[in-house]
């Protein structure tokens, strides 16, 4: 079975800081990893995805991640917040044959200026 | 292509009756999902096709819910004598067929039962 955690249901930065939202994966197999971002009423937007080419994935909007299969994480950072990075967070497992993607319960990321 | 586009994007209904959605996917998309997703939590998958042939929907959630795909195109999904416990919001998504091919999705439709 295939699931992701996400810790951290709600998380504050100040506009400038460090931003980190964690993800842990659990999958028998190696996984197909997935970040998307949430808007209010929006659908989901495809920040990243790990594709095994390499453990650090850098996506839009300045995020990146890092896959380290020994912790089963797949965390998504940005070196500086800002405003509009205001949104839904979720990590994303899929099976190998990619028919089902298993979403995390989401981290509200709010920015404080 | 201007992407995933879902219709309507809110829907308010009256329990008992019975609603459908419908989805256009990215037309180079093989692959249709349907996802719901309530207040504070992630999507949750409902089912899914591969050009018209619906391969999983062990995971709709009662037999209220149908879904199809006639010609591999557009999908609908119906509701039957919706239940106040059914508003959510419901979301399609297409991608191609393949492991690890991201999944694009559409605005949503906000179901909302009174």
């Known amino acids: 079975a295939q699931s992701v955690t996400q810790l951290g249901s709600h998380v504050s930065v100040s506009e400038g800081a460090l931003v980190l939202l964690r993800c842990n994966y659990s999958?028998?197999?190696?996984?197909?990893l997935f970040w998307y971002v949430q808007y209010p009423n929006q659908g989901l937007q495809l920040l990243l995805k790990y594709t095994s080419a390499a453990t650090l994935v850098k996506g839009i909007n300045g995020f990146e991640a890092e896959f380290k299969k020994s912790e089963t994480s797949f965390h998504l950072t940005k070196p500086s917040a800002h405003m509009s990075d205001a949104a839904e967070y979720f990590c994303?497992?899929?099976?190998?044959?990619?028919?089902?993607?298993?979403f995390g319960t989401g981290t509200s990321l709010t920015v404080i200026p | 292509d201007t992407g995933v586009s879902q219709d309507p994007r809110h829907k308010i209904t009256k329990r008992g009756q019975n609603v459908t959605f419908r989805c256009d996917p990215i037309?180079?998309?093989?692959?249709l999902y349907w996802y719901r997703q309530t207040l504070g939590q992630g999507p949750e998958f409902l089912t899914y096709?591969?050009?018209?042939?619906?391969?999983?929907k062990s995971r709709l959630l009662s037999d209220r819910f149908s879904a199809e795909r006639p010609k591999g195109s557009f999908s609908t999904l119906e509701i039957q004598r919706t239940e106040q416990g059914d508003s959510a919001m419901y979301l399609c998504?297409?991608?191609?067929?393949?492991?690890?091919?991201?999944?694009?999705f559409g605005q949503g439709t906000r179901l909302t039962v009174v």
């Open positions: 096709f591969q050009n018209e042939a619906q391969l999983e």
């Open positions: 994303a497992v899929s099976q190998s044959t990619g028919n089902q993607f298993y």
């Open positions: 037309s180079e998309h093989n692959r």
């Open positions: 999958s028998s197999v190696p996984p197909y």
């Open positions: 998504a297409s991608s191609f067929s393949g492991a690890n091919t991201e999944a694009f």
